[in-house]
């Protein structure tokens, strides 16, 4: 088992963690609004994201919070996405970059959650981009 080293091992890890998120009892609901037709250009931008962060290659733009605050997401979620996802990586990789993935996705967790819950807190202020 190896680290991830590009582009090729973050979409294997992308396939592998988002069927379980689509069979998950907590998560799939919270991703039933896209078709079945649109999954690979979702993953698609997905990988992009992923592959900005960990690698540093300007592949992504836009602001992944937006589409998150309007799914009506709670820790629960967050702590199911946590899980499976360190599941997901572990299970496929290992090594520096790996546990880079893992940091950054704690690191995103607990933004966007804080997020949220601002937003809750104050519904009459519009998120930034």
Do not use: N
């Amino acid at each position: 088992m190896g680290d991830l080293t590009g582009r090729a091992d973050i979409d294997r890890l992308l396939e592998a963690f988002y069927a379980q998120v689509r069979r998950d009892p907590l998560l799939a609901p919270a991703f039933a609004h896209i078709s079945e037709e649109a999954w690979p250009a979702h993953l698609q931008r997905i990988g992009d994201f992923w592959e900005t962060v960990l690698f540093a290659r300007p592949k992504y733009r836009g602001s992944p919070f937006l589409p998150h605050l309007r799914l009506g997401l709670t820790a629960a979620h967050f702590e199911r996405w946590l899980a499976l996802f360190e599941e997901t990586l572990r299970a496929h990789f290992q090594g520096p970059k790996a546990e880079e993935a893992l940091t950054r996705a704690r690191q995103m967790a607990t933004l966007f959650l804080s997020k949220i819950a601002y937003y809750q807190a104050h519904p009459e202020e519009k998120p930034l981009l």
